[in-house]
């Protein structure tokens, strides 16, 4: 479930609000253990969503680094790699040998 949860600090552009939604949404699934709560849990599901989505913006907007921001391409073509070596493509199957 988590492994949506990306690293969102220091980019540029800076991380959208849409994009800490979606990873308080992944965390409060995980730790839920559910990705659709019931009806009678929905309300206390979204009210976590939006405490750790509020929580998750007030500390990506008070970190501070003196490295320069990560560019979103290059680390989505990074991304890509590692998937690619972890994986595999094509049609032999995963990666280091036949399907």
Do not use: H, W, Y
């Not at 994009?19 to 992944?26: D, F, H, L, P, W």
């Not at 599901?45 to 680094?65: H, S």
């Not at 921001?69 to 680390?75: M, Q, S, T």
């Amino acid at each position: 479930m988590c492994r949506n949860i990306r690293t969102l600090f220091n980019f540029d552009p800076p991380a959208t609000d849409d994009e800490v939604r979606a990873a308080s949404i992944q965390f409060v699934r995980k730790i839920s253990g559910t990705t659709k709560p019931s009806r009678a849990n929905e309300p206390a599901f979204d009210r976590a969503v939006d405490e750790v989505a509020r929580a998750a913006r007030q500390l990506l907007d008070a970190m501070v680094t003196t490295a320069p921001p990560r560019d979103r391409e290059i680390e989505a073509q990074r991304a890509r790699e590692r998937a690619r070596l972890r994986f595999g493509t094509g049609a032999d199957g995963p990666a280091g040998g036949p399907a």
